[in-house]
């Protein structure tokens, strides 16, 4: 079922929303999909999308043009409530058939996800006046949205010869020395810093740090030692960034993206979730804690809170790091739980098909 799919992304910070939205757009035009993603910024895709041609299927626009744009596609998605130009939801409502309009809500573990996951919000005033707009809230479990994930990207990871692909990360320059530990870093400004430098000296570490604040904090923090060493990374494309993730033997990951990749990785990894001024990331934080690590190991569970509450800034961390089989036992338990449930663009492709 061939459909036309518009997308709406307004790119706040940090590149989350464009992420989400890019790896959308991507999934849906690779299962025959038609998409033009409505972007008011779309300089982060000169290296989220780099390395391979545009994909067939794909239209980036500009969001202001779509003030006049005429053709309004069988799909609307509004992602993160992002509100729509007016003159195109007018347009929406003209339509003789009105397109499914659904509004893609941020990821979170919290209950109120399940309960509001699917919700209709009718339209009775303004330009969308008779439409209904659909909530859709990816989540990790059955009762909610699911996860972005591609229909070959287990397989892919399967295959993946991770020595082979580090030979040619950064030119080559980038080289694992026998029994170095592997850790990637994707981060906010983070006080905590200097104290997860303290405890990767424990054992030798190459720490490959992606470019943004934790690169600008690393010169002021990083001291001599002989057990870690430490290497910028350039701005890597969606998929490179994905593979960076499967040959790490822990990931520190951020925001919504990158935290939902680290665990198709099935890979350790801490996440540092978005601050939020009035501390509603804290309950956020711990509700999906409370997920991954309800049947884990005691242990386990304990230094991994421990670990992701002091990273974001919520508890004093004693500095301990899980041990990492155990970790990687646990990820890849999360992983086959997560795969059980459909993923967010075959539930999405069932809504447009009991639509149409």
């Avoid at 992420?19 to 299962?31: E, I, S, T």
């Avoid at 969606?238 to 593979?243: I, K, T």
């Avoid at 979730?273 to 884990?296: N, R, S, T, V």
């Amino acid at each position: 079922m061939g459909l036309n799919w518009d997308i709406f992304c307004r790119v706040i910070d940090n590149f989350g929303d464009i992420g989400v939205a890019w790896r959308l757009a991507r999934d849906l035009a690779a299962r025959g999909q038609t998409v033009r993603l409505w972007l008011d910024d779309a300089g982060a895709l000169q290296w989220m999308a780099a390395g391979k041609a545009m994909p067939a299927g794909i239209g980036v626009r500009r969001w202001d043009d779509s003030v006049n744009e005429v053709e309004v596609g069988d799909v609307v998605i509004e992602t993160f409530g992002c509100e729509l130009p007016a003159p195109f939801v007018a347009r929406m409502a003209a339509r003789g058939t009105p397109p499914l309009w659904i509004n893609l809500e941020y990821l979170s573990a919290e209950a109120y996800v399940e309960r509001s996951h699917g919700l209709s919000s009718p339209q009775f005033n303004g330009p969308g006046r008779g439409l209904s707009k659909q909530f859709f809230y990816p989540g990790f479990t059955p009762r909610t949205g699911g996860l972005l994930r591609e229909p070959d990207l287990l397989a892919e990871r399967d295959r993946f010869d991770a020595q082979a692909w580090l030979a040619q990360l950064g030119d080559g320059k980038i080289e694992r020395r026998p029994g170095e530990r592997l850790v990637s870093l994707f981060a906010y400004a983070n006080p905590a810093l200097p104290e997860l430098l303290a405890a990767l000296t424990t054992e030798p570490t190459l720490l490959l740090i992606c470019p943004g604040a934790a690169q600008a904090q690393m010169n002021s923090h990083m001291l001599p030692n002989a057990n870690l060493r430490w290497q910028a990374l350039p701005y890597l494309s969606q998929p490179e960034y994905d593979r960076l993730l499967w040959a790490c033997d822990l990931n520190f990951v951020r925001g919504e993206d990158s935290f939902v990749r680290a665990q198709w990785a099935g890979r350790p990894f801490v996440w540092q979730i978005y601050p939020q001024h009035d501390g509603a990331h804290g309950p956020k934080l711990e509700a999906f804690m409370d997920l991954l690590l309800a049947d884990c190991d005691a242990l386990l569970a304990d230094q991994t809170r421990s670990l992701w509450r002091g990273w974001n800034g919520l508890r004093a961390w004693d500095g301990t790091l899980p041990e990492l089989d155990a970790g990687r036992a646990q990820a890849l338990k999360w992983r086959e739980h997560l795969t059980s449930q459909p993923d967010l663009t075959t539930q999405l492709f069932s809504l447009a098909s009991k639509s149409s």
